[in-house]
């Protein structure tokens, strides 16, 4: 708004006790300034703050009589600066003296209330949470209404006398206006920065396999050489092995994979000023296969207060809905279960990331010979983020070569698995073998192999080679043995059509 008014000056302000004189700059008349009484600091209110009851004495009574003139600005900042101050709890109001007395700041209400003078039993007020009391409400509040245009919702408006008479409605007509998406869950920040970094730096190698990155925190703790730690727990690791035959074999078999597969590698020195991470190891096994260990490499181990897990993203859960694949399982009369093999370790780690996966081991893996420092090359059962990593991978894969061997195909992979199982089914036998043919096909292409298949046809069976059967039908004869009764992660598939 606009005013105007006239200009005074030689105005001086002194304090209440005359011990301050200011001379004050040249005053601008105005008709109307800030003369709300519940601003002014009381002794009441000081003595109501255990905090501040030492200051009541110097803060005089409220003269209800006097009138509120000026409204001394920045221009005169002499009387805004902080000459004593005393502080309460987080919430509470605190005290200051100014040159020109002591002031309280904060809400000095209790629950929005006032305690009256005195009370009658046959009066009450509403408070602003709609329960009666016999406090009176606190007058310090302000509510502000919106209205919006009901023909120009979505366009920005400015607010003239115009607008006064067009149409409108309430806010919450359009805030809370129903959308198809709705009920989706939306991705977490760092769930989109887990996929931006896959998007950007995921890609196939010279071998055609995939190769990712590890997902690092944008904002993340440096970690320590926890090598000693690491050296600890391999000691601890050998103990068991000693006293535990079955375990040990089982344990330097799986390794001697690892090799042998070109899984990991002899890690390379490095300076001393290099970040570098060690990973325990661990055995597990499953509770239907007692002579199958599985060794993990401990990413949630902590040193010094800190893990590889802690400084990586986990990802969104990309998973399919459990639910619609088994519906979708039920749905035709040829059924088909399968399995990627070891599907984490089918994708590559960044080379530069790889010292974040160092671990100690037997040269040669040979318990009799020294420690060596090795590094995995492929993402590992442990880390937070590689089932993610490992779906992501697959679909990249699945979309990447889907021309070549269908749609249908990319649709198969991108619906029907869990993590690295996959259960299905079509109406008939010839589309179940065309189907799988041309996804094994696919995913080969990424160095992905689709094997232990499984199904309730016969002829199903016998298209495709034994070693890429499950393990109890690689020795059937399909035209005189029944099929067996076969156990998905999740259902069972009875034998027969």
Partial sequence: METSGRRAT??????????????????????????DRAEIPTPEIARYFPHLRHVADKIPPLNENAQILILLGRDILRVHKVRQQ????HEDPYAQRLDLGWVIVGDVCLDRAH????????KTHTLPNGRTSMLSPCPNKIQVKETL??????????????????????????VFDSHPDDEKVALSVDDQTFLDIMDKE??????????APLPFCKHRRRLPNNREMALRRLAS?????????????????FMGKVFENDHAETAPELEEHQERWYLPLFGVYHPQKPNQIRVVFDSSAKHDGVSLNDVLLSGPDLNNALLGILIRFRKENIAVTADIQQMFYAFVVREDHRDYLRFLWYKDNDLNNN???????????????????AIYGLRRAAQEYQDEYGTDSKEFVMRNF???????????EEEAIDLLQRTQKMLAASNLKLHKIASNSSKVMTAFAPEDLAKDLKDLDFSADPLPLQRSPWTDMESGE
Avoid at 10 to 30: A, M, Q, Y
Avoid at 150 to 172: F, Y
Wanted: charged letters at 25%; glycine letters at 4%; one cysteine or more.
């Fill in 86 to 89: 005393y502080n309460g709890d």
């Fill in 10 to 35: 030689n105005f001086v302000v002194e304090s209440f006790d005359g011990k301050i004189r200011i001379k004050l700059p040249t005053l601008i008349e105005c008709e109307m300034i800030p003369d």
């Fill in 237 to 253: 690791l050998r103990r068991t092995l000693d006293r535990c035959t079955d375990m040990r074999e089982h344990f330097l078999e």
């Fill in 115 to 122: 305690k009256p003078p005195s009370v009658s039993v046959y």
């Fill in 149 to 174: 245009n009901r023909k120009n919702t979505h366009q920005p408006r400015s607010l003239d006398c115009a607008s006064q008479g067009e149409e409108t409605e309430k806010l919450g007509a359009t």
């Fill in 418 to 428: 869990y993590v690295d199982d996959e259960l299905t089914s079509v109406p008939t």
């Fill in 371 to 389: 420690i060596t420092e090795y590094r995995m090359k492929v993402h590992i059962f442990g880390n937070s983020p590689s089932p993610s990593v």
């Fill in 202 to 211: 995921v890609y196939v190698d010279q071998a055609n396999s995939w190769v």
